[in-house]
């Protein structure tokens, strides 16, 4: 069989693209300059009201931009929608787009959705107002679909960790061979972005990467939103020796260069000595006790109500709490093997615990900061004459109205997230070596990439588009929530 | 201030013994002591031996005993070998107890220990690798800080306009991309034979002795990148913030042109916000190093801290993050000492 090349079938479309593309590019750069030098168009405005502009030559280097700009992503739908048609007739453009059929169909569907209700949908719909948020939104979106999809068997055309000798550090598009024995029959043909240093599909590990990091990094990141926002509250709302101690804490864990800590807690030795499923399980109070604080502090003045709505949250996060800490033969074992719902692997957990540790200093920081400017607001000092109590007040006035920084933060803080566990990755700690995730598999790809780029780069680029689409989606979320 | 800069000093201490006592309990923790010994000793050790091997060495004793000869305020161990000579923190090996030998000798008394993994003294290879760090680090403040704040100026002071909006989107990009991604792909566009474009080098390790562009330029980039977006971000906001003063439209409407507003009356007040980002960037910078010098092979402090860290090299480790805390504790006070300095309009008690 002969190799793929990118676009195989569509090959005329590619030098369309690379002329608008670099149109759009030197038109830019051009606005870019020009805009120092040049007069904008003169506004004036009429007697009935209307403006006119008078068209200068930078309005013109803005509209051909934006033409190019439109010429650009045509050509590549064209690419992506004639690649999902053909299939790998199309190359390896064509082939990966046709594997990736099911996560276009579900970004369609819900971004269609999303902006046909867009006026009913608070804040979330406010972001499709925004382009910036739109498109970074749709680079999340992508990623999650694509570790949604890839866990149900679907986008991946290789075993993410079935090595092949034949394919060791194959170029993209090469045919599927093995060194011993025939390839099994049904396989995917081709290695669509080649194969590693151990000949492993670079485009399987990529896809199945996304799926360790869309289920660690939001949730990490939710766990050490919990813990700030239980520790930050009350160190702003009762100040004093309280928020001396914690602050200095949270200086304290911020001043450890971040590297330092991730190889002092995530080596083999310190998982030996149970020290990461201790913290674990100090850690993982707090989501029970905010859940816990939260009701009670509602429905407190109605205890029919209160009693056997906190004995259920507390029943299930109970259990699920000691499940998630108790591990058989760990440093942990206080559940008998019957009640113990799931066990996490000892990498996995400090990987997550450390994660959660690195964070939580960072948000404590921020929640404090915010409730400290918040908690001189006249509805405060109405809720505190009212004699509602302290938790009430913080969780039920002050958080409340703090949610719009905290939410951007959340979209921030999932992207540094993301880069802190490739990070881990990267220097091989925690995570199993053969592990998919797009740290790990940097690492591996970087001792060859002088020759072999093309390991590595995968990888990276699927790294560097999450996290800017959260950064973009963070940043449509900001401009959005300060309109109102 | 004197007062405020005093109870900041008390406080950095505090700070840095307890981080010291936090690394040293981890690293004197039982697996990390027995993997110590089979690195250094033999990998085939028996548990007894192992523990032979550790009481030998001093190490078998109390943690507070340790961290107290660490410092310098407990006398240094002295033990009797099995064949009678002695072996002492003070002195190394000797058959009888030498004349001369210090009875403590810790950081306070200026010696940092022993280092098990470069087999040298901790304060030497320290201050080798930091001013091979220092020299990094030097070119990426002079590329990072004109470019960052260059570029927050220019965004914020006209802002929502097409330029912000460009030059944020390039921010944006650049803090999302962490040194090991740009790093990679750097090296993977201008130095590998994929591409053919062999502009730079892939390794740094030539530019210990002798830096050039070829082989630095790399490295500084990757590092400079990621951090110039942030302070670009924090500038513009910055900027922004002060173009929207009142006295900013009084020079306007005063008539005075808008390059006059921007260099003369903004620029000066637009850049103490950054000045603060740019110090509290420290802690940050140390991460991309330690990424930057293990990808490029840089053997500066950052590749010191992985070998120690790696090698459970207990007082090198130690040495390493009294340095890295160090550096992040007096940049602290230095930005709020320098706030306070630059805004006249800050007092503090």
Known sequence: ?484 | MTAFILRRVAVMIATALSLTFVVFFLTNLGPNLEKLAKTQGNVRMSDEQVDTWLANRGYDRPLFAKYGEWLGIVPGFVVEQPDGSLRGRCFGEADTLPPGAPRFCGVLQGEWGYSTVFRGEVGEIIAIRLGLTAKLMLWVMLLMVPAALLIGVLAGMREGSRTDRTLSSVSILSTATPEYVSGVIFIALFASSATGLKWFKGTATSAMENATFENFFLPVVTIALFGMGYIARMTRASMAEVMQQQYIRTARLKGVSFRNVVLKHALRNALIAPFTVIMLQFPWLLNGVVIVETLFNYKGFGWTLVQAASNNDIELLLGVSVVSVFVVLVTQLLSDVGYVYLNPRIKVA
Not at chain 1, 232 to 258: E, K, M, Q, W
Not at chain 1, 382 to 387: H, K, V
Not at chain 1, 417 to 428: K, R
């Open chain 1, 1 to 484: 069989m002969e190799p793929l090349t990118w676009t195989g079938a569509l090959s005329p479309l590619l030098p369309v693209l690379w002329t608008a593309a670099a149109a759009l590019l030197i038109l830019s750069v051009l606005r870019l300059v020009c805009g120092f030098v040049l007069a904008p168009g003169e506004a004036t405005t009429h007697a009935d009201g209307t403006l006119s502009v008078t068209r200068g030559p930078l309005e013109l280097i803005d509209t051909a931009a934006l033409w190019t700009l439109c010429a650009t992503l045509a050509v590549l739908g064209g690419l992506l929608v004639g690649g999902a048609a053909l299939g790998h007739g199309a190359g390896i453009v064509g082939g990966m787009s046709r594997q990736l059929v099911p996560v276009w169909l579900a970004l369609a569907l819900m971004l269609g959705l999303s902006y046909a209700f867009r006026r009913r949908l608070g804040l979330y719909g406010k972001l499709f107002d925004s382009t910036i948020g739109v498109s970074g939104f749709a680079l999340v979106m992508f990623w999650v679909f694509a570790a949604l999809f890839v866990s149900f068997d679907l986008i991946a055309t290789h075993d993410p960790l079935a090595q092949s000798a034949a394919m060791k550090n194959e170029p993209p598009g090469t045919p599927y061979t093995r060194m011993i024995g025939e390839v099994a029959e049904g396989s995917y043909p081709y290695f669509l972005l080649g194969g590693d240093n151990l000949g492993r599909d670079v485009f399987s590990r990529m896809i199945a990467g996304a799926l360790v990091v869309v289920q660690i990094a939001p949730l990490a990141t939710a766990f050490a939103f919990m813990v700030g926002i239980t520790l930050g509250l009350p160190a702003a709302y009762h100040g004093g020796r309280l928020d001396t101690v914690l602050t200095f804490l949270a200086n304290l864990i911020l001043a450890f260069p971040v590297i330092l800590l991730f190889y002092l807690l995530v080596t083999p030795e310190i998982v030996a000595t149970g020290i990461p499923s201790y913290m674990a399980a100090v850690m993982f109070v707090f989501p029970i006790a905010f859940f816990t604080i939260l009701l009670n502090s509602r429905f407190h003045t109605r205890p029919r109500l209160r009693t056997p709505l906190l004995i259920g949250v507390v029943a299930v996060l109970g259990w699920l709490y000691l499940s998630l800490i108790s591990e058989r033969f760990g440093a942990i074992d206080i559940l008998p093997p019957s009640l113990d719902l799931f066990d996490i692997p000892g990498g996995i957990l400090v990987v997550f615990v450390s994660v959660v540790f690195v964070n939580s200093p960072t948000v404590f920081r921020i929640v404090r900061g915010l409730a400290l400017d918040t908690r001189t607001r006249d509805y405060v000092a109405a809720a505190q004459t009212r004699g509602e109590g302290a938790w009430y007040i913080m969780l039920w006035e002050i958080l409340p109205n703090a949610r719009g920084p905290l939410i951007v933060d959340f979209c921030l803080r999932v992207g540094y997230t993301t880069i802190l566990l490739g990070t881990l990755g990267f220097f091989g700690l925690g995570l199993p070596p053969e592990s998919p995730d797009w740290g790990s598999t940097i690492n591996d790809g970087r001792r060859l990439l002088a020759i072999y780029p093309h390991p590595a780069l995968a990888p990276a680029l699927a790294l560097l588009s999450l996290v800017l689409g959260l950064n973009l989606l963070a940043d449509g979320l900001r401009e959005e929530s300060l309109r109102d």
